[in-house]
């Protein structure tokens, strides 16, 4: 998650209901444990260290409206979860996922074939956001 839970920290203080928040480092883990705890909305927050896969397979009972991928640049963990996602039906008609990446060709290059559609792209100094919808 990026800034260590920042983007889901930011929807909860906004009205969301709830954030789901993972990461397979434990230092990490720790780091958004702790700013957590100084928002008081650990009631709103799950956090997982394991696996995203897991966490798709396992951890999520609701389909999302949101859904934030931050993953470690030079991997193809955008593709494999937004598979996943579709693939266990996590996702609603009008859920957004939002992927940040600094090659976004290639991100896109890989989504190509998904049931997926680019809504939006924006750029934030070298972080390019693409904002995606499940095709109807």
Do not use: W
Not at 5 to 16: F, Q, T, V
Not at 82 to 90: A, R, S
Not at 94 to 118: A, F
């Amino acid at each position: 998650m990026h800034g260590s839970g920042a983007i889901g920290l930011e929807a909860i203080s906004r009205g969301a209901k709830k954030a789901i928040l993972c990461d397979n480092n434990k230092e990490a883990i720790q780091v958004i444990k702790k700013n957590v705890a100084k928002t008081k909305f650990e009631d709103k927050i799950e956090i997982h260290q394991m696996n995203f896969e897991d966490v798709i397979k396992s951890k999520i009972e609701d389909k999302l409206d949101i859904i934030y991928l931050d993953p470690p640049y030079k991997t193809n963990y955008a593709c494999v979860a937004i598979k996943l996602l579709l693939e266990k039906e996590k996702l609603q008609t009008d859920s957004i996922i939002i992927i940040e990446t600094d090659q976004k060709d290639k991100i896109k290059k890989e989504i190509n074939s998904l049931q997926i559609d680019i809504i939006d792209e924006r750029k934030y100094g070298r972080a390019n956001l693409i904002f995606l919808k499940k095709k109807v």
